[in-house]
């Protein structure tokens, strides 16, 4: 497609004040000041359209889900249609020798220009061939198209991390995207499945500034991942208030407490769930009354129960100092009472606690 | 044995109303701040709502003693947005919502108009392309 974005919108029946509001709202979620809603505006409005690849490997297509399901009527759906979606199996009308032309060609015509997306975690063990598309091995397909593209996007936990084919006892020998391609720039969005604004506003980022987002040391976007779901969670004002739900049931829970201590994963999990929610924003797992499981983060599945109570206080050292003793007081006091409290439980032989649930 | 029997001292709960967290009120002095800006320099400003803890509460609180201005208006794209101006003139709230109604984002704006309410030099030539269309029709 020729010419601006904004002229392509234009011609869709989308108006500039769509675009600006579609904007501030993305920069809301980017977390950038509202000002530079604006700005991505006005660099966005001018930007063309690039190639993309989209390959799926060990995965459930949750990923693909997830970013479907936000779109279509919307003008995220647009932005969408504004890149060459030129290979994803999933949603393209082709099918056996036609599509893996499609992606051939793809790649011939865009050489070195093209985005590559990867959704599924690499099978390495026994040549790659627990996974296999077309008699062709993940492995095989990844560097071969990893090669002439631009930049890739892991989607989801299983191409960031390795995810839940990587899961203790890991029978298929999964690694994610970064351990076999070390040549390219490569940019993670994990969760499980990740949040839909956080693809189209790496591929807006992509659209407006021609580059990959800043990145953290895990090769996240900052721009989402820079905080905690703690640190932007709305609950956490009872967090430092030392208000705690107990139980799922208590008066806490229905205070709408913090749910540190039924084993809430927010203090150390990054993502954008508490600003950018989900299902076009109704609601997210926190607010819907359960504790985050951590799954934007590696080896979120063996990281020892999704009941139990994080042993340290909420990262003290990137609150501020007076917070800092507030917290680490409540931390140290929290692991006690825990300690305290499943012991009672086991003498006293109660009902269902989350102790069994951990069993 | 009942809940009764148990012998429990209930302590007073904090005297502020149910669901307030306290982080609303440090807002109006940055609002002030921003007012006092724009006055000056004509700056404009805002505060991402979505970007902060506050509880459903809060939003309220702060609403109702921001209170309502003269002057509401309504965007028709992609879903309603409302820019309503509140009793401190200057000052708005602005919120988008999408097709369906749910809020994607929310801010509080500082400005003597809103950027979003002001018609772009591009749609304006649109406009009297429009028009001049209109008149030729008429001979």
């Known amino acids: 497609m020729k010419g601006p974005l904004i002229d392509t919108l234009v011609r869709q029946g989308v108006s500039r004040r769509t675009f600006m509001k579609y904007c501030a709202t993305l920069a809301s979620m980017m977390a950038l000041p509202p000002s530079a809603g604006l700005a991505m505006a006005e660099a966005m409005a001018s930007a063309r359209r690039p190639s993309v690849i989209w390959l799926p490997f060990q995965e459930c297509t949750g990923c693909t889900e997830s970013i479907t399901r936000s779109h279509s009527p919307t003008l995220e759906g647009m932005i969408f249609d504004l890149i060459s979606l030129d290979y994803q199996e999933t949603l393209m009308a082709a099918a056996g020798h036609q599509a893996e032309e499609a992606r051939l060609n793809a790649m011939k015509e865009n050489a070195g220009k093209y985005l590559l997306i990867v959704d599924g975690s690499i099978p390495l063990d026994l040549d790659g061939a627990y996974s296999c598309i077309g008699g062709r091995s993940n492995l095989d397909i990844l560097k071969e198209a990893a090669e002439g593209c631009a930049a890739i996007v892991a989607m989801g936990s299983c191409a960031s991390f390795g995810g839940i084919p990587k899961a203790n006892p890991n029978p298929t020998g999964a690694v994610s995207v970064s351990d076999v391609i070390k040549d390219k720039p490569i940019v993670n969005i994990p969760g499980c499945p990740p949040i839909p604004v956080v693809m189209t506003g790496v591929l807006a980022h992509y659209l407006t500034f021609g580059s990959l987002p800043e990145l953290d040391d895990k090769g996240r976007p900052k721009a989402f991942y820079g905080e905690t779901i703690h640190d932007r969670c709305y609950r956490r004002p009872f967090y430092d208030q030392g208000k705690f739900a107990k139980t799922f049931d208590d008066e806490g829970a229905r205070q709408g407490w913090c749910l540190f201590e039924l084993g809430c994963k927010g203090p150390v999990t990054y993502n954008a769930c508490a600003t950018a929610k989900w299902n076009g924003g109704t609601s997210w797992p926190v607010e819907s009354g359960h504790g985050c499981l951590g799954c934007s983060e590696p080896d979120f599945w063996d990281a020892g129960g999704f009941y139990k109570a994080l042993s340290m206080p909420a990262d003290p050292l990137k609150i501020a100092a007076a917070a800092a003793v507030a917290g680490a007081a409540v931390g140290v006091g929290l692991s006690f009472a825990n300690r305290a409290k499943k012991g009672a439980a086991k003498a006293a032989h109660e009902t269902t606690t989350l102790a069994d649930l951990e069993k | ?139």
């Open chain 2, 1 to 139: 044995m009942t809940l009764d029997s148990i012998p429990i001292h209930v302590i007073e709960s904090s005297p502020a109303e149910p669901g307030l967290s306290g982080n609303a009120p440090p807002l109006l002095h940055e609002l002030e701040e921003m007012v006092r800006r724009l006055l000056d320099s004509g700056e404009t400003s805002a505060i991402d709502l979505g970007a902060l803890p506050l509880t459903p509460a809060d939003l309220d609180w702060l609403r109702i003693g921001l209170g309502e201005g003269e002057i509401a208006v309504t965007l028709h794209a992609n879903g309603e947005s409302t820019l309503s101006e509140t009793a401190s003139p200057g000052v708005w709230w602005v919120t988008h919502r999408n097709e369906k109604g749910a809020v994607t984002s929310e801010f509080i704006e500082v400005a003597f108009v809103p950027e979003l309410v002001k018609a772009h030099p591009q749609d304006v030539k649109m406009g009297l392309e429009r028009l001049e269309l209109l008149i030729s029709d008429l001979s």
